[in-house]
């Protein structure tokens, strides 16, 4: 198995990455817009989060250059009503990130279904931001967009009390603590689509 962790990386500063970096293949970091202003607006963080995310970046950058062991990183970004009009080439480019996964924002009931409506886009708005980022991958940046189609039943996610979470039918469906039952208990309590797994590059 490879370790990856999904963060919004405000935790993270040079102390914990020297620490605990040597036990992390991935880290996917998450910010959806440049603006700070809008940021705010979508709940993330205090007006920092675009800046804090370049300076994770840059850590990252220094300790991979320091030890043999060496950490992937992505970018994770939700489109969303407030962001899909925005130019983020000049941003993404800065980070020198080798992948960025854009998501159309997925409704899930006890999550975000209060603001769902507001924040929701069509099919249409989502492609119309992908083909403006696309030339990214020429820069070295893999764009990688996942539809709302995409991204159900197609990820293994752990959350901090240890169980396995997935999405389907517009909910999370949990499974009991891996460290309990174990994994294979675990995962027969979700519901996973291996081959959707696949068909989206999830094996990277």
């Not at 941003?91 to 507001?118: A, P, T």
């Not at 492609?127 to 967009?145: D, R, S, W, Y």
């Not at 901090?160 to 999370?172: R, V």
Request: hydrophobic residues 35%; aromatic residues 12%.
């Amino acid at each position: 198995m490879k370790t990856s962790i999904i963060t919004n990386g405000s935790k993270i500063n040079k102390k914990w990455l020297f620490e605990y970096g040597k036990y992390l293949d991935i880290i996917g970091i998450s910010c959806d817009r440049a603006s700070e202003e809008t940021l705010i607006q979508l709940g993330r963080g205090n007006g920092n989060s675009a800046s804090h995310t370049k300076f994770v970046f840059e850590l990252i950058e220094e300790f991979n250059s320091k030890f043999d062991h060496k950490i992937f990183t992505k970018l994770n970004s939700v489109i969303t009503k407030l962001n899909f009009n925005e130019d983020m080439k000049i941003f993404v480019s800065s980070l020198n990130v080798k992948r960025w996964k854009i998501f159309q924002i997925l409704k899930i009931e006890g999550e975000n279904d209060k603001y769902f409506d507001d924040l929701k886009i069509s099919n249409q708005e989502f492609n119309i931001f992908i083909k403006n980022h696309l030339e990214l991958n020429q820069k070295g940046t893999a764009v990688i967009p996942e539809s709302n189609e995409d991204m159900t039943e197609s990820y293994l996610m752990i959350n901090p009390n240890g169980e396995l979470y997935q999405n389907s039918n517009g909910k999370y469906f949990k499974s009991k603590a891996i460290h309990k039952v174990g994994f294979e208990n675990a995962i027969q309590e979700i519901q996973f689509s291996f081959e959707k797994f696949i068909s989206r590059n999830g094996d990277y």
